[in-house]
């Protein structure tokens, strides 16, 4: 493929995506329960499913975010009574967090909420061409994780 031509395909693949993202934000915090942000249920998602405490600097990492953002998302859930946040027993400088249960309530909640939007797009594309684009979507995160 041409240069160019390479270029002008970046560029719509890079806008199309960044169009979405805005798109379904806007979408999902319309029905997420009140005062949770998509920040606060990907975070109670994550530690929902991962079923493991993590610390705030691990949290940071997985989510490509810096300490400072996580430390306030991290406040935010604690306030809310969301996650539950010790001292690490082993090294008193860290802490470890942990989903509540008002937070796995919470994230379920919000899983109600999303799902019937999220399928009924996967629906009207069509399971095929979704599971189609989902390698590709992969295979840009894995390339915009290396570049980290």
Avoid: C
């Avoid at 960044?18 to 990907?42: A, C, W, Y």
């Avoid at 989510?63 to 027993?89: C, Q």
């Avoid at 109600?112 to 992969?138: F, H, K, N, Q, Y």
């Amino acid at each position: 493929m041409h240069e160019s031509a390479t270029s002008s395909l970046a560029v719509a693949l890079f806008g199309e995506i960044l169009i979405s993202d805005q798109m379904i934000r806007s979408r999902l915090n319309r029905v997420l329960p009140k005062g949770m942000e998509i920040s606060h249920f990907t975070l109670l998602n994550h530690l929902a499913r991962s079923g493991e405490e993590r610390s705030p600097a691990q949290l940071a990492k997985s989510f490509h975010v810096t300490r400072g953002a996580m430390t306030n998302t991290l406040s935010k859930l604690e306030w809310a009574g969301y996650v539950h946040i010790r001292p690490d027993w082993d090294d008193a400088r860290r802490k470890m967090v942990s989903i509540s249960p008002a937070g796995r309530a919470a994230r379920d909640a919000a899983v109600a909420a999303i799902t019937p939007i999220i399928s009924e797009m996967v629906t009207e594309l069509g399971e095929d061409r979704v599971r189609g684009a989902l390698p590709v979507l992969r295979g840009l995160r894995a390339k915009l994780e290396e570049a980290e």
